[in-house]
């Protein structure tokens, strides 16, 4: 007689027999994982894969659109499609619009980004302070150049204090930091309510960002810390949800 399992109360959901551009893109999601189709290499034709795999072309051109919306290949119009080189500003971008939703939908996240920001890039400015050299003092000096030059415009400004708050975490030389820094910064950005009545508020920034960079040409950790936990201290308002979803 046949004993009832653990699971003979249970119910399961019949398998489902995988569609054809499922495994088509399983196929060539191992064969990137593998290497045997690295960074820069061609895929096979649309008639290649379809041989290789036996499959109708509708099968291949949606697994291969699919590899596309993953970011894993480029898809050029006559040309055979291209694995991308995999870094760690591919793997956000898989999720932006993910954050974006989290953010809109729960207005207290935000607060959580801000704290987060707090936390990330006051490590970085540590380990920043630690490796700048004067070619980094250089370039930071020329984006705050850029950065007063956008002076009147909103959005412009705050997409060059942006570039200015990514390029520090480039200093560290962990590409994670930077594409983390950068993929914060952009989400926040969709919360820039300027205080009208705060004059001057974008000259005090740059000022801030000028002791920035001089603290962390002099590689003063403590003092470039102290100098990023004040500035966003003072502009941390700056992003609010004005009190309702965006």
């Given at each position: 007689?046949?004993?009832?399992?653990?699971?003979?109360?249970?119910?399961?959901?019949?398998i489902?027999?995988?569609?054809?551009?499922?495994?088509v893109f399983d196929?060539?999601w191992?064969m990137?994982?593998?290497?045997e189709?690295?960074p820069?290499?061609?895929l096979p034709?649309?008639r290649a894969l379809?041989?290789l795999f036996a499959?109708?072309?509708?099968?291949?051109?949606?697994?291969?659109?699919?590899?596309?919306?993953?970011?894993l290949?480029?898809?050029?119009?006559?040309e055979?499609?291209r694995v991308?080189?995999?870094?760690?500003?591919?793997?956000?971008g898989?999720v932006d619009e993910?954050a974006?939703l989290?953010?809109?939908?729960e207005?207290?996240?935000?607060?959580?980004?801000?704290?987060?920001?707090?936390?990330?890039?006051?490590?970085?400015?540590r380990i920043a302070a630690?490796?700048?050299t004067?070619?980094d003092?250089?370039?930071?000096?020329?984006?705050?150049?850029?950065?007063?030059?956008?002076l009147?415009d909103?959005?412009?400004?705050?997409?060059?204090d942006?570039?200015?708050?990514v390029r520090?975490?480039?200093?560290?030389g962990?590409p994670?930091?930077?594409?983390v820094?950068?993929?914060m910064?952009?989400?926040?950005?969709e919360y820039?309510?300027?205080?009208?009545?705060?004059?001057?508020?974008e000259?005090?920034?740059?000022?801030e960002?000028?002791?920035l960079t001089?603290?962390?040409?002099a590689?003063?950790?403590?003092g470039?810390?102290?100098?990023?936990e004040?500035?966003?201290t003072r502009s941390d308002p700056?992003?609010?949800?004005?009190?309702?979803?965006t």
């Amino acid at each position: 007689m046949v004993q009832d399992t653990p699971f003979a109360n249970t119910p399961v959901e019949p398998i489902q027999r995988k569609k054809l551009s499922d495994q088509v893109f399983d196929r060539l999601w191992r064969m990137i994982e593998t290497g045997e189709l690295a960074p820069g290499d061609f895929l096979p034709s649309e008639r290649a894969l379809m041989e290789l795999f036996a499959v109708g072309r509708p099968a291949v051109r949606e697994a291969l659109q699919m590899l596309a919306n993953k970011g894993l290949i480029s898809i050029s119009h006559g040309e055979r499609s291209r694995v991308n080189a995999l870094d760690a500003t591919t793997a956000l971008g898989q999720v932006d619009e993910i954050a974006k939703l989290l953010l809109s939908s729960e207005p207290s996240n935000v607060d959580h980004l801000k704290q987060l920001r707090r936390i990330l890039e006051a490590g970085t400015v540590r380990i920043a302070a630690g490796h700048c050299t004067a070619e980094d003092a250089l370039e930071l000096r020329a984006l705050i150049a850029e950065q007063h030059a956008r002076l009147g415009d909103d959005k412009a400004f705050i997409e060059a204090d942006i570039a200015f708050h990514v390029r520090i975490a480039r200093i560290t030389g962990n590409p994670l930091l930077e594409s983390v820094t950068r993929a914060m910064l952009t989400w926040l950005l969709e919360y820039y309510r300027p205080v009208l009545h705060w004059e001057g508020r974008e000259r005090t920034t740059l000022r801030e960002h000028e002791t920035l960079t001089e603290l962390l040409s002099a590689q003063d950790q403590d003092g470039a810390v102290q100098m990023i936990e004040d500035h966003l201290t003072r502009s941390d308002p700056l992003f609010v949800t004005d009190g309702r979803r965006t």
